[in-house]
Nanobody, 121 residues
């Protein structure tokens, strides 16, 4: 089995920072593109940022300049450094990854369970 697990969520004051981590585990053959999504109450899930296997990042306009996405392929881990947080950043953050396992010939999309980020004023 292949699993994604997020850590690092919590409560932070506006203007503060937080760092999220997502680690993939299981029978991984190829870990392709990875991404962070978020979903606020009553809102649609949205893409926060993504990063290719080689490390090329992309960001949503709402977080550009404030968030940094990175990955450590040797540790199968995705990171999201969040700075200058505001109330609009409050959401459940989900890890997403395209993975090919050692027992399957096609790549599949996997999701983590999510981690809550709450920004207070």
């Amino acid at each position: 089995q292949v699993q994604l697990a997020e850590t690092g969520g919590g409560l932070v004051q506006a203007g503060g920072s937080l760092r999220l981590s997502c680690t993939a585990s299981g029978s991984i053959l190829i870990l392709n593109e990875m991404a962070w999504y978020r979903q606020a109450p009553g809102k649609q899930r949205e893409l926060v940022g993504s990063i290719t296997k080689s490390g090329s990042p992309n960001y949503a306009d709402s977080v550009k300049g404030r968030f940094t996405i990175s990955r450590d392929n040797a540790r199968y881990t995705l990171y999201l450094e969040m700075n200058s947080l505001n109330a609009e950043d409050t959401a459940v953050y989900y890890c997403n990854a395209v993975i090919m396992s050692t027992s399957e010939w096609r790549a599949r999309e996997y999701w983590g369970q999510g981690t809550q980020v709450t920004v207070s004023s």
